[in-house]
C-alpha cells in the first residue's frame, strides 16, 4: 500500500499547472480576438466650387431653293453671328466655327385618291447647317451673350441656341484634396465612435477604398457608383466619400 501523498505539497503544485493553463488560454483568445478586431467607417468631404470655364454653341441655318443659294445664306448668317460676337467682347480665339453640310430637304405628301392614291417625297428646298462655338474663362459676359443672342433671331436669322456647359478646370487637383480631407473624416468618425463605446483606441489602417468623386449641381446630394460630372450649372457641390477599415487596440 502506497503511503498518502502530503496535500500540503500537491496544492501549489496543482495551483501552479492551473494558472498557467488559465493564462494560456487567455492569451490565445486574446492574441485571436486582437487579430479580428476592427471598425470600418465611412468618409466624406464636400466642397463648393464655381465654374472657370463656359462652352456655348448655336446651330445657325441657310435655306434657299438650290445648294448654292442655300450656302451663301448660310455663309452670311455664319458671318452676322461672328460679328455680333466680336461686337459682344468675345474675342477670335474665343470662338470655333464648325463644319457646314448642306442638304436637301424632303416632305412625304399624298396625290391623289382612291386606288390612284399616292405617296412620294417631294422636294422642299436646300437647308445649310453650321455650329458656332464659343469656349472662354470669361463665364459671365458669355452666359450674358447667350442669353442676348435672341436679338440676331429678332433680325431674321434662322439660329438655334443651346444651354451652356460649365467646367472646373482645376479639378484633378482639387479631387485630390477632397480626398484626403475625407479620409481625415473617417478617422475622426472611427475615433468618435470607439471613445463613445469606450472600446479602445484606433490603430493603424487596414484597409481604404477611395471610391469616385460626384460633381453635382449646388445643394445636390446625389450620388452615381459611376461618378457624376456636372456641366448644367455654375456652381457645383463637389463630393468626395470614401469607405475605410482601421485596427483596434
Excluded: C
Amino acid at each position: 500500500m502506497r503511503p498518502m501523498e502530503n496535500p500540503r505539497l500537491l496544492t501549489p503544485i496543482a495551483i501552479a499547472l492551473v494558472l498557467s493553463t488559465f493564462i494560456a488560454a487567455v492569451t490565445v483568445v486574446f492574441l485571436r480576438t486582437r487579430d479580428t478586431r476592427s471598425i470600418e467607417v465611412t468618409g466624406s468631404a464636400k466642397r463648393r466650387i464655381v465654374s472657370d470655364l463656359i462652352e456655348w454653341t448655336a446651330s445657325v441655318q441657310g435655306h434657299g431653293s438650290g445648294r448654292v443659294a442655300s450656302a451663301q445664306e448660310l455663309k452670311a448668317s455664319i458671318e452676322k453671328t461672328r460679328a455680333y460676337l466680336v461686337a459682344q467682347g468675345v474675342t477670335a480665339d474665343e470662338i470655333r466655327v464648325g463644319p457646314a453640310s448642306v442638304d436637301e430637304m424632303f416632305e412625304q405628301r399624298v396625290e391623289g385618291h382612291g386606288e390612284e392614291r399616292v405617296e412620294r417625297s417631294v422636294s422642299t428646298g436646300w437647308r445649310g447647317l453650321q455650329q458656332i462655338t464659343v469656349r472662354s474663362t470669361d463665364v459671365n459676359k458669355i452666359e450674358r451673350v447667350s442669353r442676348e443672342v435672341t436679338s440676331l433671331i429678332e433680325q431674321g436669322l434662322d439660329l438655334s441656341s443651346e444651354r451652356p456647359s460649365y467646367f472646373y478646370t482645376r479639378l484633378a487637383d482639387l479631387k485630390i484634396e477632397m480626398l484626403a480631407e475625407a479620409s481625415k473624416d473617417a478617422r475622426t468618425r472611427a475615433e468618435q465612435m470607439v471613445a463613445a463605446a469606450g472600446g479602445g483606441s484606433i490603430g493603424k489602417l487596414t484597409n481604404a477604398d477611395m471610391g469616385v468623386i460626384n460633381v453635382n449641381p449646388a445643394n445636390s446630394t446625389e450620388t452615381n457608383w459611376q461618378g457624376n460630372n456636372d456641366t448644367t450649372t455654375l456652381e457645383k457641390d463637389i463630393l468626395a466619400i470614401v469607405h475605410i477599415t482601421f485596427e483596434l487596440r
